[in-house]
């Protein structure tokens, strides 16, 4: 099963966003789909950026705890919603409430509603094309690395998962 449309990619590897120590930006995928979570790996890691993938958001928890406190902690979250044992909007609402700053592209086939409190850098509708989300992951992290510091909001509204 493909889940990009099929584009040729042009050579991004040198193009890669750096984090602060200037190495490649280092990115968690969360996907429940193992075709998806695969091929949404190759493509990251070929246009120069570090992937760690999860299956679900309870991995994905897991690895982001264990990362917390690293200098070369993740730069970029990038998750499904609906997913076995923890939804992607389950996960980005534990990583707020731990106020864990982190980048987060919501990548899903039914856009939830009310989830602006949760501060997504973006919303992608599946499927991806491998365009898409390259251009997207870069231009997050290009304003992540160049804006100013993010800061978390005080209260919230409970997320509806669709």
């Not at 534990?94 to 850098?121: C, F, H, Y």
């Not at 491998?130 to 993010?150: A, Y």
């Amino acid at each position: 099963m493909k889940f990009f449309t099929e584009k040729p990619l042009a050579d991004l590897g040198s193009l890669a966003s750096k984090s602060c120590n200037d190495s490649p930006a280092r990115i968690l995928v969360v996907e429940d789909d193992a075709d998806a979570r695969r091929e949404y790996a190759e493509v990251l890691t070929r246009s120069g950026y570090r992937v760690d993938t999860a299956e679900d958001g309870a991995a994905a928890w897991t690895m982001l705890e264990a990362v917390s406190c690293d200098p070369d902690a993740y730069d970029l979250l990038i998750t499904d919603n609906r997913m076995p044992k923890m939804s992607g909007l389950e996960l980005v609402t534990k990583l707020r409430e731990e106020r864990m700053i982190l980048s987060v592209i919501l990548a899903s086939g039914a856009t939830p509603i009310n989830i602006g409190w949760l501060r997504l850098s973006a919303i992608l509708p599946k499927p991806l094309s491998t365009d898409q989300l390259v251009e997207t992951v870069r231009e997050i992290l290009r304003k992540s690395h160049s804006g100013p510091e993010q800061t978390l909001p005080e209260q919230r509204n409970s997320p509806e998962q669709n």
